[in-house]
């Protein structure tokens, strides 16, 4: 299993402001503390100064998250920043992303007229067009600052949001809350709900974020939610209100790691699953906690049926085989099974040769694909505090976590000259002798006809119907983590049982 991360900001930026009215746009400097109840999870920081172009300002939010995954601490930290020029216009955009101190993925952007040129980790450029009305990645706070929102207002506007690399349609309503607490301070709300991103081979929807406001609409605190966290408050200069869970504030003290991000993640099973890796036949009853099943995503194929389904709840039949013929062939995979990517860069000299593997290369393609599954299992090193790779650098340290050995065996099948993808979904674990089901990532291999599953942190030459598949992709074109929040909505939002 593996931890997914990503830090969201929504944002906006005006392009069309005068000297007066930026001076007010831009807040003095804050910070902030983030919770997940009464658990303290890290800090943010804004602030801005003056940019090398001595006439141009810098605006930048640092946000740091320490927690613990499976016992092992997790230091996460993300620095989004823009430059603008004294009319207001974004001249330069950028996000540094560290993982226990080490940079993980650096993006810097520099607007000519109406495009946006962007550079990923020094290697990767793409050009976006900047249309007129859109906004840059750090303007949200400008706006909640600048603009004197309305009862019942709503506003559209699209803005650049870095974390995924593209421009994202928002949605802000504003309402004047009712509050009939004499001690409450909440005169406002404002929330910013991103629209779905439709892209590729995958489908996104980030969270929406609201802010809560005094009676100057200033803000107090917001909540939003993080993938693999959940729900989460951030309380601004303060504790945060009586109508939540007071505690004390203070920017300067340390965030002790208390929050175990692995085992917030895991999906509570009602009893154990006997030989659960080899199992061929499995029934799961999956309800909604809270809201309705509508909007969850599921694969259904050749290994897993949805035989029941209502709006809150479905019955989801698995089904594990032992050979390729056992089940039926399937269409032959697109150019983008084979075609090396940012993450499955199997053309990379590190992965030609880490794959060098002491089998016959006229070997039969399954039984190949089996062996290196094996071969790779005893081979690969597996650790919890690993960051998510691209193939060729988790082949030079050969370790990490699901995802990387994923990745690892997608990339080592295509160099052996087998078609292969990445799937997303849930396994059976067992932590503490406590049955669960937990986010997980394993490889396809397409193979006499079919797709073949295999999993390099097991090295079983099946998967059995402990495996929920939820998605797959081929990382063509795929910069970030995207692919993997899929399972954002199955965290903490449903309960599983065997039927």
């Known amino acids: 299993m593996q931890q997914t991360f990503i830090f969201l900001a929504i944002s906006s930026s005006q392009l069309t402001l005068d000297i007066q009215f930026l001076e007010k746009a831009i807040p003095s400097p804050y910070q902030e503390k983030i919770f997940k109840g009464e658990t303290p999870l890290g800090t943010i920081s804004f602030g801005s100064k003056p940019a090398s172009n001595r006439s141009n300002m810098a605006v930048q939010k640092e946000t740091i998250l320490k927690m613990s995954r499976y016992g092992t601490p997790v230091e996460m930290k993300m620095i989004e920043y823009q430059e603008m020029n004294p009319k207001g216009e974004i001249e330069k955009v950028g996000m540094l992303q560290f993982q226990n101190g080490k940079l993980i993925r650096s993006l810097t952007g520099t607007r000519e007229g109406n495009l946006l040129r962007t550079n990923l980790d020094n290697s990767k450029e793409r050009i976006i067009p900047w249309e007129e009305d859109s906004y840059g990645p750090l303007g949200m706070e400008q706006m909640l600052t600048g603009k004197p929102w309305k009862d019942q207002e709503l506003v559209e506007f699209s803005c650049y949001l870095p974390i995924v690399n593209r421009f994202v349609t928002i949605e802000a309503s504003s309402i004047k809350s009712d509050s009939k607490e004499s001690n409450s301070n909440i005169h406002w709300q404002v929330v910013m709900n991103p629209r779905k991103i439709n892209g590729g081979n995958f489908s996104l929807q980030l969270p929406k974020t609201t802010y809560f406001l005094d009676q100057n609409q200033k803000v107090i605190f917001s909540e939003t939610e993080l993938d693999g966290i959940g729900d989460i408050q951030i309380s601004r200069n303060g504790s945060l209100p009586t109508s939540k869970t007071r505690v004390a504030f203070s920017p300067t003290a340390p965030v002790q790691p208390t929050f175990d991000i692995g085992t917030n993640s895991l999906i509570p099973l009602d009893r154990h699953f006997k030989a659960s890796k080899t199992a061929t036949r499995a029934s799961y009853k999956i309800k909604a906690i809270s809201g309705t099943l509508t909007d969850l995503r599921i694969i259904e194929d050749e290994r897993q049926k949805i035989s029941q389904r209502t709006p809150l709840s479905l019955l989801l039949d698995s089904r594990a085989y032992w050979s390729p013929e056992e089940y039926p062939t399937v269409p032959a995979p697109s150019q983008e099974e084979m075609t090396p990517s940012k993450f499955i860069d199997w053309d990379h000299p590190a992965i030609k040769a880490y794959s060098q593997t002491p089998f016959p290369k006229d070997q039969d393609p399954w039984r190949r694909s089996i062996q290196i599954e094996k071969w790779m299992r005893k081979k690969f090193s ?73 999993d390099a942190t097991q090295g079983l030459g099946i998967v059995g119907a402990d495996h929920i598949k939820l998605s797959h992709d081929t990382y063509q074109g795929i910069d970030s983590m995207a692919p993997m929040l899929v399972v954002q909505g199955w965290i903490g939002k449903i309960k599983i049982s065997f039927d």
Request: a positive charge; aromatic letters at 10%.
């Open 382 to 454: 597996f650790s919890n505090g690993t960051s998510f790779l691209p193939a060729s650098e988790v082949a030079r340290t050969n370790s990490g976590d699901c995802r990387n050995a994923a990745i690892l065996l997608a990339a080592v099948l295509r160099s052996e000259g087998i078609p292969s993808r990445v799937a997303h979904g849930l396994v059976y674990v067992e932590r503490n002798n406590l049955p669960s089901m937990g986010f997980h990532m394993w490889t396809e291999a397409y193979v006499r006809g079919r797709w073949w599953p295999l």
